[in-house]
């Protein structure tokens, strides 16, 4: 059994690749939905005050909006940049031309499926299931 220290509140856990304990997950997944009903009754807030509001680093809200839980309107104003060229997106990693270029990249150097590793398969506190392939 592989028992780690929860990058938030400190406790032992059992690890099962998040970094955090499962009481930590949970608390981070209720505030998740909060700032999502948040940005949603604020579309023109900006990320500080969101963050400030919130009271969660805006790191978090930007990793919500890189994991496409959290994308911004485009009114707001609000964005992110592109892992690859820095362009400001509303939501994922990259940019809609650099993800095509990805693709067709990926494409031309994978025949077949990609295996299937256990990262895949993403089971948050809430018993929300997310299967990436299939
Ligand atoms: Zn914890
Ligand atoms: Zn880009």
Redesign the pocket.
């Known amino acids: 059994m592989d028992v780690r220290n929860?990058?938030?509140?400190?406790?032992l856990?059992n690890y099962t690749g998040e970094p955090?304990?499962p009481?930590?997950a949970k608390e981070l997944e209720d505030k998740f939905f909060s700032v999502r009903d948040y940005i949603y009754a604020n579309p023109t807030a900006s990320m500080s005050t969101v963050a400030e509001e919130m009271e969660i680093p805006i790191q978090q809200i930007k990793k919500w909006v890189r994991q496409e839980r959290l994308s911004f309107s485009k009114d707001s104003g609000m964005s992110i940049d592109c892992e690859v060229c820095g362009k400001p997106i509303l939501t994922g990693r990259y940019c809609k031309e650099c993800k095509m270029q990805m693709t067709n990249k990926l494409s031309g150097m994978y025949s077949h499926e990609e295996k299937h590793s256990s990262k895949q398969t993403k089971v948050s506190s809430n018993g929300k299931m997310r299967f990436l392939g299939n």
């Open positions: 929860c990058k938030n509140c400190g406790k856990f955090i304990c009481v930590c």
